[in-house]
């Protein structure tokens, strides 16, 4: 039992580029989540998918794009990255429902330059 | 909006002192609260929770209290360990209604525990 898995853990691009993130879990949860995480300001939710086929986005969706692939999968792509990008990233999944505690990847750390 | 605001770090304490970390959080509706820890180079990790008012959320000998009369979800334990430096972030997330369980952050608190 892995919990959730994020590929790559370290990546570098040059502005302009473009790359996905990928987020598994195999803990059978609905909802999954997209985190971006810089110094002193905590974490900001990027986009989520409450269930299988659907997304929303979160509070700072600018500049990315998800695909909820199936139950386990939800990737994270970056179109054109900028600089701004250069954060942090967490995935995270939890069953339905506030009271659920969410559960975390060990995050993709993102430079770009 | 709701929002959950926590105590600034960073927090340097002795081995085998007392810790608090202040959170207060402002919400509509019935949150539940959270704690999450976050070791050095990794993920956050689920530390405890508390669903309802005056619930007490326990593990590795960390305490927190849901105090709907304060808004209020301070962390305590009485005596730290140099494996306790970490990250600790305050969380809510709405009930059954709202976003769909979303959780909002406070900035989070930097301990460091010397022995």
């Known amino acids: 039992n892995a919990g959730v898995t994020q590929t790559p853990k370290f990546q570098v691009l040059k502005t302009g580029q473009s790359m996905t993130l990928q987020c598994a879990q195999d803990m059978n949860h609905n909802s999954m989540y997209w985190y971006r995480q810089d110094p002193g300001m905590g974490l900001r939710l990027i986009y989520y998918s409450a269930s299988e086929g659907t997304t929303d986005k979160g509070e700072v969706p600018n500049g990315y794009n998800v695909s909820r692939l199936n139950k386990r999968e939800f990737s994270l792509r970056l179109e054109s990255a900028a600089p701004s990008q250069t954060s942090v990233y967490f995935c995270?999944?939890?069953?339905?429902?506030?009271?659920?505690?969410?559960?975390f990847g060990p995050g993709t750390r993102l430079l770009v330059l | 909006g709701d929002s959950v605001t926590q105590m600034e770090g960073p927090v340097t304490l002795s081995e085998e002192a007392f810790l608090t970390i202040n959170c207060t959080y402002t919400?509509?509706?019935?949150?539940?609260l959270f704690w999450y820890v976050q070791y050095p180079g990794e993920g956050l990790q689920l530390l405890l929770k508390?669903?309802?008012?005056?619930d007490k959320g326990s593990n590795k000998g960390f305490e927190a209290t849901y105090r709907k009369e304060t808004t209020s979800f301070h962390l305590e334990k009485g005596s730290v360990q140099v494996s306790d430096s970490a990250v600790y972030f305050c969380?809510?997330?709405?009930?059954?209604?709202?976003?769909?369980?979303?959780?909002?952050f406070g900035k989070g608190t930097k301990l460091s525990v010397k022995p």
């Open positions: 995270a999944s939890s069953n339905s429902g506030g009271q659920r505690p969410q559960y």
């Open positions: 508390a669903t309802k008012a005056d």
């Open positions: 919400a509509t509706g019935y949150p539940s």
């Open positions: 969380a809510l997330s709405e009930g059954y209604g709202g976003s769909q369980g979303n959780l909002i």
